[in-house]
């Protein structure tokens, strides 16, 4: 899959990380619908392609009958500000956001079908994010801060240290981030220095996973095999055997 990445308006920052246009090989499949990524209650769904896709909130839309399609990639809580939507409960956390959703995706399938060139797919959802945004009082706030601290430190952090931080207990960041994210913040930190960690296996044609492991935090190799088994649910061996097409070497 190529993925040609294009920046929101300014006033989506805080909300949308970016849109991308991509393009699929049509013997992966027949078209799906437009879905969004949810967690599941224990660990988020893993990607050897982009293990961080969960905590990022992707919503992937693609035309029937079209190789061709429209991503836009959230902030950890961009669902959550601009819709409502608790993803941890699986429901929403204001009265209506749901159906805003629904109305929002229904739109912008409509303006894809209607826009003469995917060229023009981007400038659409962010028309009308725009107007949903304008509607809206609901700001980036402590959750938003604490998750940009943890994917800047690629998932060292102290937790209790960012919400000293932000001025919360660690229980009140731990359930407003539940809420806002979907997964607990600790759970979010190791998942975001695991993806840090395969990023810079899959860089080098033969990587040190001793070197790798360290780098990122672990205590050992061990330590960095034992939570790629964690979300990956597979041994380094295994996976790769798998995924052929992934060119980093097993353990």
């Known amino acids: 899959m190529h993925i040609t990445a294009f920046s929101p308006s300014p006033e989506l920052s805080g909300f949308v990380e970016c849109y991308g246009l991509w393009h699929n090989d049509p013997e992966l499949g027949p078209p799906t619908a437009a879905t969004a990524h949810s967690p599941p209650a224990d660990l988020p769904p893993f990607s050897a392609q982009d293990p961080l896709g969960f905590a990022r909130r992707m919503l992937w839309l693609r035309l029937p009958g079209r190789d061709e399609g429209l991503s836009i990639f959230f902030r ?3 669902l959550y500000h601009l819709f409502g939507l608790s993803l941890a409960e699986g429901r929403t956390a204001r ?9 929002f995706v229904n739109a912008l399938l409509h303006r894809m079908q209607e826009a003469g060139s995917h ?4 400038a659409a959802a962010d028309e009308l994010l725009l ?12 959750v938003d801060a604490v998750a940009g601290s943890i994917l800047r430190q690629e998932g060292r ?9 932000v001025g919360l207990s660690r229980r009140q960041l731990e359930r407003r981030f539940l809420a806002e994210v979907g997964t607990a913040p600790k759970l ?10 395969f990023r810079l296996l899959a860089a080098s044609p033969a990587p040190n996973w001793q070197d790798v492991a360290y780098a990122c935090g672990y205590y050992d190799q061990a330590h960095l095999i034992r939570e790629f088994r964690r979300f990956t ?13 992934q ?3 097993a353990a």
């Open 76 to 78: 950890p809580a961009g």
């Open 95 to 103: 009265a209506g956001p749901g159906e805003a959703a629904l109305a």
């Open 119 to 122: 060229v023009a797919w981007p």
């Open 131 to 142: 107007a949903h945004a304008a509607h809206t009082t609901a700001l980036p706030d402590a």
């Open 157 to 165: 952090v102290s937790i209790e240290a960012l919400a000293q931080g």
């Open 188 to 197: 979010y930190a190791s998942l975001v220095r695991f993806n840090h960690a």
């Open 233 to 245: 649910g597979q041994a380094p061996s295994a996976f790769f055997k798998a995924n052929p097409e």
């Open 247 to 249: 060119p980093i070497p």
